[in-house]
């Protein structure tokens, strides 16, 4: 096998749990290969360079493995390596969501019922 299907290869990769929702991510616009956009049909070889956006976070990797056989994990991740560039990337940003989360003031969800009363005094006076 030299050639297979982008969205056969993120599905069997376990980048996406279905064919469909890979479908669905590069015609978002959320994988790019080579840096640009692609259709679903394009035919991937080997050392090609795909960057995948998934949620917050942005995955560039090369791909050193074909198959269209959604197998386990550990057989998955024989299909690519990411950057070093990338893995730092995520880290790092990772680490901000972090840091930006716990210095925001978290709520201790609905006000009981004396906090109730007092913000219905301080609204009507």
């Known amino acids: ?16 749990k279905t064919r469909s929702l890979a479908k669905a991510a590069i015609e978002g616009g959320k994988v790019h290969i080579d840096g640009n956009k692609s259709k679903a049909s394009r035919q991937l070889e080997l050392g090609t360079i795909l960057t995948i956006r998934q949620g917050f976070d942005s995955k560039t990797v090369e791909v050193i493995g074909l198959s269209e056989q959604r197998r386990g994990a550990p057989e998955a991740l024989l299909l690519y390596r990411e950057t070093d560039e990338s893995i730092a990337l995520r880290e790092k940003n990772a680490a ?29 006076n």
């Open 96 to 124: 901000e969501r972090k840091a930006f989360n716990q210095s925001s003031p978290t709520s201790d969800g609905r006000p009981n019922k004396k906090q109730r009363r007092q913000i219905h005094r301080f609204l009507t």
């Open 1 to 16: 096998m030299d050639k297979v299907r982008i969205d056969k290869w993120l599905w069997a990769a376990r980048f996406f």
